[in-house]
């Protein structure tokens, strides 16, 4: 027999798809009346925004849960005979899904997620039901509406991590890109993702507990919630490498968010193609935050010193500025907190100022054009480019590198003779454009092109992998958000880079934002618990101060142990179960594993920067942030010998134990690391 709400559903699902196939044809035909090109242009980038915002292209359904809320009472008529008094309660439904969707009349058939309705989808329980009567999750199947999952509240009835239906869609196997969560999100998650904008978070995450969807969510949020003053100043999304971003690329499009720009610090600093790489101790140096003062220094060293008075023709007259007022106006100017240029601007501006009160106390009316004529004169910009001279980053950075007594000036008292002796270049390019920049040169160019010209700042950052940051790569994110707020997203056991800053206060201090709350994430939805047993073992040798993950989910077969040997018929085996799998393992092992695989007729692929592939065979040091149904992972020992420092080594062995979703493997033949018991 058809279940009668079932089949309401079922209709009401219709509907929604109904409507929503409406709204992007009005979205498509809307047409200008041809006034002029421009017009024509912005209704065009208009009609863009609005198809994306309706998610076409994006054929999942369009809700997946509802609720029930009482939204008062409505007194009933007192009967003559009894005096009886009759009250009925009215209960709103609303439907919720990933973007608004009204029928033609205007009225919503769904609720966009983050409306504030939606609020209480994600945080009502049987102990506080704000109001919720009734919460319902859907299962699908095909795009077809198969099952419902219902939590009466108001009668203490509470699934929560219980549910099938939510642990299905959270188990539910992966291939390709990240997945958006707004069918699973957690109270704890969010209360996070509804942050105000002016609210800055460190949201410090174990592995599985959601912290990259979180982040992302949030900004979604923020993008619905403030539209006017996130469209016009912007969103960043700044990740560790291009493959993360590749992962994560879909999110905030599948949830009707687009115009987002997201990067990694490279391509945030591209100032100069990298064309070497650095040893660990010079990156080390380059990454301290000392190196500002430095760069600082180097800078303030171009300044010039007035020697004589600075005369200025004026039609037939001179006028005279001694040289004591222009000392005063050059040392007024070295004290202001203000880019290069912008100084170098006022600093002709006040010249032309001095000359125009002189001419003034001479009976003389000058006006704001002659005063302007002034400051571009050939003696004001001559003077001005002798004490105030232009300068790039590229030529300021390569005279410290290869001028040791240059270095020395700016360094006294910074940094000692044997750091200052890593910076050095061994040989002098034959000219900037064939300079050996480094990623971490890339950094100090950008403190440098931030001190001489003003650049692009955002509202709001989002910051991804941020405990591998050093406290000069935090400065490139500060520069770029001085006023706005930040989301930083990180896990201190998982910090694998020797110049990472290695706490969060000191880092929130480098991001500019020292007054951010650190909030915890420990409670895993993705990796299940045996291996979360296993990779927290680690943490009292990584990350001693890390309270170790728990997990909703178990899985009796989740972690197993083999020997290398048996590669190539594990990883057939693997293949009968659904979901994406990965086979990780210190770099220099990339090339046989594949070649093993592929002469098995097994087609895995390298790690790539789309992430569509079902089988990928990853270096352990690029899979930070990734995240697999099934996970092979070898040579442990191996993992942790690759590296330069032990301590390293075990942090980037725990996040390849923290990568898988549903089983991992684990292959050896070498002993585990003492520290894994």
Partial sequence: MT?????????????????????????????????????????????????QSLGTGYDGPPFFGRIDRQAGEAEGSRSGAGNRAASAQRVERFHLGKRHIRDDSGNPVVLDWRAPIARHFYQATARDPRGVRLRRRFGFADGQLTSYEDEHLDAGEQLGLASDLLRAEIERPRVGPMRDIVATIQPDQDELVRADLDTSLCIQGAPGTGKTAVGLHRAAYLLYTYPERLRRSGVLVVGPNSAFLSYIAQVLPTLGEGGIEQATLAELTGHGAVRATDAEQVATVKGDARLALVLANAVRSQIGRPEDDLVVLMGSKRYRIPRERLRRYVEDARRLEARWSVVGDRLRHQLAGDIRRQREDAGGAPSDAETARIARSPSVRAFVEQVWPGWTPQALLARLYTDAEFLGQCAEGVLGEHEQSLLGWARAPRSLRAAPWTEADLVLLDELAGLAEPGATYVHVVVDEAQDLSAMQCRVIARRCPLGSLTVLGDLAQATTPWAVGSWPATLRHLGHPETPVRPLTAGYRVPMPVLRLANRLLPHIAADVPPATSIRGGQDALGFGAPGELVELVAELLELPGSLAVICDGSAVPDVLARLRQAAIQAEPLGADGTHRIEVVPAAAAKGLEYDLVVLIEPAAIVGGAAHRLDGLRQLYVCLTRAVSRLRVLHAEPLPAELG
Avoid at 3 to 26: F, G, K
Avoid at 40 to 51: E, F, K
Wanted: glycine share 6%; aromatic share 0%; hydrophobic share 45%.
């Fill in 3 to 51: 279940d009668p709400e079932l089949s309401a559903e079922r209709a009401q699902l219709q509907r929604a798809l109904d409507s929503l196939e409406r709204m992007r044809r009005e979205a498509a035909g809307t047409v200008d009346a041809g006034i002029d090109a421009a017009a024509s242009q912005g209704l065009a980038r208009l009609r863009a925004v609005r198809a």
